[in-house]
């Protein structure tokens, strides 16, 4: 993965769909292992929340890059929606990271409600990858990510980055 100008110490892995509700929610990096930004999730303002399941780290993450780097961050093989949390999860498991959560008094999120984007369709071969994610760990993910920061401004609160990703080859299984 191409180097940015600013080198960050803290990622923070963020759902679109995701709202925080209390903004004493804050979103920094625990040297001890990844965070898991959200207590419970209200799915379209239902007022009824769901809490989050052990050792997932979807929805919204912090993590140092340190740890990013060492479970060779996300892996690649998923395009469209679906399972890529999972296997995250596994890689952080893997490598005995522990994953925190923040106080249900501070990480509850809402959950926007959407119809699903036309171009974002359910992964096809996910149950398939989902099994094999272990044997992938060293071999799909930063080291076999191709990209290229086209633009990079660096703000008051982050690092702005418009990336390029080399086109995917098709996995034959």
Not at 64 to 87: A, C, R
Not at 97 to 116: A, D, E, F, V
Not at 144 to 170: A, G, Q
Request: net charge positive; glycine share 6%; with cysteine.
């Amino acid at each position: 993965m191409e180097r940015t100008k600013n080198p960050c110490t803290c990622i923070i892995i963020h759902d679109v769909d995701m709202m925080p509700e209390d903004d004493h929610n804050l979103y920094h990096c625990n040297e001890a292992g990844p965070t898991h930004l959200w207590y419970a999730v209200d799915k379209g303002s239902t007022g009824k929340y769901r809490v989050a399941y052990p050792d997932h780290a979807g929805g919204a993450l912090a993590i140092i890059t340190t740890h990013y780097v060492m479970v060779n961050g996300y892996p690649n093989l998923y395009y469209g929606w679906g399972s890529e949390d999972d296997d995250f999860s596994e890689r952080i498991a893997h490598h005995k990271l522990k994953l925190s959560n923040s106080p249900n008094n501070t990480g509850n999120y809402k959950m926007i409600l959407h119809q699903r984007d036309k171009l974002n369709e359910i992964t096809p071969q996910r149950m398939k990858l989902r099994r094999s994610a272990r044997k992938r760990f060293k071999t799909d993910g930063l080291n076999s990510l191709e990209t290229k920061i086209i633009k990079e401004e660096k703000r008051k609160l982050y690092t702005w980055l418009l990336v390029r990703i080399k086109e995917r080859n098709e996995v034959k299984w």
